[in-house]
């Protein structure tokens, strides 16, 4: 099983960023998939999620609103658009998938991606 993410960068407050996640070795459609972010010295914490169809999304409060995440069975490929971006949204990024069921929490999920370094100056 591999996960690529992709897609970070350095970006002013304000901007946007569009991360991908390309997976391969497992049935991405049977998967539940999310993001994670990783601030330096703190714990992973959740983003946003989306189900097997993509009827459901989830996200954490402060990514209401600017956060999009999105997936493309055909691809095997998973979203997070990323608008209006703010210093404190500097982190590594991780994609992960699951099929344990729903979950916001970094221990339900069993794939992970390498991260993708998203920082926002200000």
């Known amino acids: 099983v591999q996960l690529q993410a992709s897609g970070g960068g350095l970006v002013q407050a304000g901007g946007s960023l569009r991360l991908s996640c390309a997976a391969s070795?497992?049935?991405?459609?049977?998967?539940?998939w999310a993001w994670f972010r990783q601030a330096p010295g703190k714990e992973r914490k959740f983003v946003a999620a989306i189900d097997w169809s993509g009827g459901r999304t989830d996200y954490a409060d402060s990514m209401k609103g600017r956060f999009t995440i999105s997936r493309d069975n055909a691809k095997k490929t998973v979203y997070l658009e990323m608008n209006s971006l703010l210093p404190e949204d500097t982190a590594v990024y991780y994609c992960a998938a699951t099929t344990r069921g729903y979950s916001d929490s970094f221990q339900g999920y069993d794939y992970w991606g390498q991260g993708t370094q998203v920082t926002v100056s200000s």
């Open positions: 070795g497992l049935t991405f459609s049977r998967y539940i």
